[in-house]
Each structure stands twice: as C-alpha cells, then as structure tokens.
C-alpha cells in the first residue's frame, strides 16, 4: 500500500505533460515570411476578414502583425523635427 500511492502519483504528474503541437500550428507561417510576401498577405487578410473562424486565430493574428510590421517598419526611423517651430 505504501509504494502504490506514490507510485499513482507519479503516473498522474507523468500523464499530464505537455500535449504536441497540433498540425494546424505547425504550417502557419512565421510573421517575417507574411511580411516578405504582400501577394500571400493581402489573400490571407481577406480571408481572415470573411472567414476568421475557419482560419484561426493564430494565423490571422500573425497576419495582423505582419501587415503592422509592414505598415511601420521596424521602427528603427529616426525623429527629425523641423528647423523652425510650427506656428498655431
């Protein structure tokens, strides 16, 4: 009796593991390999805009984050103000 209750326990804790990624996960592509293809990305978004639910999240999630990183670019611009200040 002694050795089967620790014995459960580290059957249990063993069963519970993390699960394998599903196949869904493993095709969508990375957010730089949207970013690189604006033909795929326009496809993909108006896809995502009619048909989200059969898409995924994930995918139409790293679409909307390839379409920022193509919209701001990696925000590495620098700030130059003007020379002279506005006037309101």
Known sequence: MKLIAPFLLVAAITACGPSEPSNQEAIVPTVEELAADPERLKELRLQCKTE??????????????????RFFGDGKVPYTPSETPPKF
Not at 52 to 69: F, I, W, Y
């Open 52 to 69: 989200r639910p059969t898409m995924g999240d994930v995918l139409c999630n790293r679409v909307a984050e390839a379409t920022n990183k």
